[in-house]
C-alpha cells in the first residue's frame, strides 16, 4: 500500500510538473528574443519544420511542447506559410495564433513621382522583394494580361501610385500584378479616353507626365510646364529637364541623387541636355494629376521655368536672358 502511494506521488507530483513546464513554454517569451524577428515559413512546411525554424530563430523555447501545443489545440495542420514578424513579448500560443490566421498584410504606399528602382528600395526595406527583383521584371512577362505593355521596355511610368496591401512572402510577379491591375482600373482608362479625344499617344503622355511629376509640385504650374515642353518639342529645342538628367546620372534612383557638371555631358537616352525630344520612356510612375496636366497642356509665351528649391514656387520666362537672372537668383 505504501509504494502505491509513493507510485501514485510521483506520478502527480511528475505531472504537475510536467504541465507547469508546459504551460511555461506555452505563455511565456523566450528570455533570448529581443528584437522583433522575421521568420520565413515555406510552403509545403510540416509541423516538425516549422517548430525546427521557430527554435532556430529564437521565437519559441521548445520544439517539443510547440509541437505538443499545436496538435493539442487543433492547429498543427492549420499553420499557414509565409513571411512573419515576431514582437518581443511572444509565447507559443500566441505564435500559433499567428500561423493559424496567417500573414498580416503589409501597407505600402507609392508615392507620386517614385521611379521604378526607388519604389524597388522601398520594398527591398519593407521586406517584401529582395534587390533586383522588381528592376529584373520585364514587360513582357505581362503582356497577355496587359496588352498596353506591348513593345514597352520598362515597367517605369505603369506602378501606379497608391496604397497597397502586400502580404509578406507574395512573389514578385504577383505584386506587380498587383500594382498593374491599379493602373488599368484608375490611370489607363482616364489617359486612353484624354489621349485619344486630342489625338495624342498615351505612352508620349506618359512620358511627359512622368516629367511634370519631379519638376513641378503646383497642377496650375504643371499644365503651364506642359504647354512649354510641347512648344520646345515643335520648334526642335532640347527639353533641358534636369529630373531626366538625374535619371540618367544615379541608374533612375532619385533618392539622394546630386548633379554635377558631368552629369549634363552624360550619354543617355534619359538626357535631354544633349538630346532633343522626349526621354525613351518615363522617369517616375506618375498620378492622375499629373497625368490630366499632359493632356491639358496650357499655351503660354514661356519658353523657360525654374523652380525655387527653398520654397517649391515655379518662375517662368519668356527670355532666356530673364531666366539666367532667375538662375542667378533662386538657384545659387
Keep these: 500500500m505504501k509504494q ?48 525546427t525554424v521557430l527554435m532556430k ?22 499553420l499557414k506559410p509565409g513571411i512573419y514578424s515576431f514582437p518581443r513579448a511572444t509565447n507559443i500560443a500566441s505564435v500559433t495564433e499567428r500561423l493559424v490566421e496567417g500573414p498580416v498584410p503589409i501597407s505600402f504606399l507609392i508615392q507620386e513621382g517614385r521611379s521604378l528602382s526607388d519604389i524597388e528600395a522601398d520594398l527591398v526595406t519593407f521586406g ?24 514597352k521596355t520598362s515597367l517605369e511610368g505603369f506602378l501606379f501610385p497608391d496604397t497597397y496591401q502586400i502580404i509578406p512572402g507574395t512573389v514578385p510577379h504577383d505584386i506587380v500584378a498587383q500594382f498593374l491591375d491599379n493602373f488599368t482600373k484608375k490611370a489607363e482608362p482616364f489617359l486612353s479616353r484624354g489621349a485619344k479625344e486630342q489625338s495624342k499617344n498615351e505612352y508620349r503622355t506618359l512620358i511627359i507626365a512622368s516629367l511634370l511629376e519631379r519638376e513641378v509640385a503646383s497642377d496650375v504650374d504643371r499644365k503651364l510646364v506642359a504647354g512649354i515642353i510641347e512648344r520646345r518639342l515643335s520648334i526642335g529645342m532640347p527639353l533641358q ?11 533612375g534612383h532619385f533618392d539622394g541623387c546630386l548633379l554635377t557638371k558631368e552629369s549634363f555631358a552624360l550619354k543617355s537616352p534619359y538626357n535631354t541636355y ?59
Design 241 to 251: 529637364i534636369d529630373a531626366s538628367v538625374s535619371y540618367a546620372t544615379c541608374a
Design 4 to 51: 502505491q502511494m509513493i507510485r501514485t506521488y510521483i506520478v502527480v507530483v511528475g505531472s504537475v510538473c510536467f504541465a507547469l513546464v508546459f504551460l511555461y513554454s506555452v505563455f511565456a517569451a523566450p528570455p533570448s528574443l529581443v528584437h522583433e524577428l522575421r521568420v520565413q515559413i515555406d510552403p509545403g512546411s510540416g509541423i516538425s519544420d516549422i517548430a
Design 274 to 332: 544633349i538630346n532633343r525630344g522626349l526621354p525613351v520612356t518615363p522617369i517616375t510612375n506618375p498620378g492622375i494629376d499629373a497625368i490630366r496636366a499632359a493632356l491639358a497642356p496650357r499655351s503660354s509665351s514661356y519658353l523657360y521655368y525654374l523652380t525655387d528649391p527653398a520654397t517649391g514656387k515655379t518662375f517662368f520666362s519668356e527670355t532666356f536672358e530673364d531666366h539666367r537672372a532667375k538662375q542667378a537668383r533662386y538657384l545659387h
Design 128 to 151: 517584401l522583394l529582395g534587390q533586383g527583383e522588381l528592376t529584373g521584371i520585364a514587360p513582357q512577362n505581362f503582356i497577355e494580361r496587359y496588352p498596353f505593355l506591348k513593345d
Design 57 to 78: 530563430e529564437g521565437v519559441i523555447r521548445s520544439a517539443g511542447f510547440f509541437k505538443f501545443y499545436a496538435f493539442l489545440s487543433g492547429a498543427a495542420h492549420r
